[in-house]
């Protein structure tokens, strides 16, 4: 079965300064990856996917991600975040040929954007 | 623009108590979906849901739990007998068809606390 592993639980940063926050997970032939957001009081909202081709992706406000397979890495990156950008955010991997498109999710990295 | 939402935000209980948490899905939507995420721990998937069956569930997804969308706008997670291991956050998330390539629409959430 697949992982994942956000090694950071938190990254504090200040407002306009570039952010990486980092994904790895258990190796296979084939994933999908995927990253989500959830601001305080909403449910996980889809930042960006990996599905194939370019291993650059780019999401929603901003941001964008790396599929990097012989790291087994897919690291998010903003070059200059916003106080708004401040939430949880949860890196997960799919299985194509494991029988199931269900994601499995990691534990989830805290962004907090000081001014 | 359209939403998932839950009912309630927040539940207490205690031990041994039956609890039912609900959501209502997108309403075109036609999977339907409960994770879990125990504080500080990973989202965990616990069950998808598709023209009134059970499509996929997790091992966690044992006989104390149980789906069920008795109209045709809520989808329902009973716990039939809560332990203190059940207090975690509950996630609803519909699509509107299966696979990757279908967005899972996040609920805000239900955080259950087992007393």
């Known amino acids: 079965a697949q992982s994942v592993t956000q090694l950071d639980s938190q990254v504090p940063v200040f407002e306009e300064a570039p952010v990486e926050l980092r994904c790895n997970y258990s190796s296979s032939v084939s994933v999908y990856l995927f990253w989500y957001v959830q601001y305080p009081n909403q449910g996980l909202q889809l930042l960006l996917k990996y599905l194939s081709g370019s291993t650059l992706v780019k999401g929603i406000n901003g941001f964008e991600a790396e599929f990097n397979k012989s790291q087994t890495s897919f690291h998010l990156r903003k070059p200059s975040v916003h106080i708004s950008d401040t939430a949880e955010y949860f890196c997960?991997?799919?299985?194509?040929?494991?029988?199931?498109?269900?994601?499995?999710f990691g534990r989830g990295t805290s962004l907090i954007v000081h001014p | 623009e359209p939403e998932v939402t839950q009912t309630p935000s927040h539940q207490v209980t205690q031990m041994g108590q039956e609890v039912i948490l609900r959501c209502v899905p997108i309403s075109n939507h036609l999977y339907f979906y409960w994770y879990r995420q125990i504080l500080g721990q990973k989202v965990e998937f616990l069950v998808s849901f598709y023209n009134n069956e059970i499509s996929e569930k997790s091992e966690i997804f044992d006989d104390q739990f149980s789906v069920e969308r008795p109209d045709g706008s809520n989808f329902t997670l009973k716990i039939r007998s809560t332990k203190l291991e059940d207090s975690a956050m509950y996630f609803c998330a519909s699509s509107e068809l299966a696979g990757v390539s279908h967005e899972q629409y996040f609920g805000p959430g239900t955080r259950l606390t087992v007393t």
């Open positions: 997960a991997v799919s299985d194509p040929f494991g029988g199931s498109y269900i994601p499995t």
